[in-house]
């Protein structure tokens, strides 16, 4: 499956902002869409997820500001996004695959990752 985000870009402490996730190819075996970021000099972090069936994920930095919705007849994903902090400044990947529960946060359980798209909060 390919994968493409965008919405990203520059926006301003307390703004809120949605991106999206377009996917395209075979997605018999996707269970899982995510979304990941990666900040300047850290390691790519898991941000959110959502099972086929509608079941969310949330890293406990995001949950109650983030969520996480897809479109399974346009096979796309989306990452609702309000109350955003500089902390939240990072490029921000989609991916998709089948891992299991345990893997679900680990960037080990997606086979397939989009190209990312930037997002800059300023203060």
């Known amino acids: 499956v390919q994968l493409q985000a965008f919405g990203g870009g520059l926006v301003q402490a307390g703004d809120s902002l949605r991106l999206s996730c377009a996917a395209s190819g075979p997605t018999f075996n996707v269970r899982y869409m995510a979304w990941f970021r990666q900040a300047p000099g850290k390691e790519r972090e898991f941000v959110a997820a959502?099972?086929?069936?509608?079941?969310?994920y949330y890293a406990d930095s995001v949950k109650g500001r983030f969520t996480v919705s897809r479109d399974n007849a346009k096979g796309e994903m989306y990452l609702r996004m309000n109350n955003l902090n500089p902390e939240d400044t990072a490029v921000y990947y989609c991916a998709a695959g089948a891992p299991i529960l345990s893997q679900v946060r680990e960037r080990s359980g997606y086979g397939s990752w989009g190209q990312g798209t930037q997002l800059t909060v300023s203060s």
């Open positions: 959502i099972k086929w069936g509608g079941t969310t």
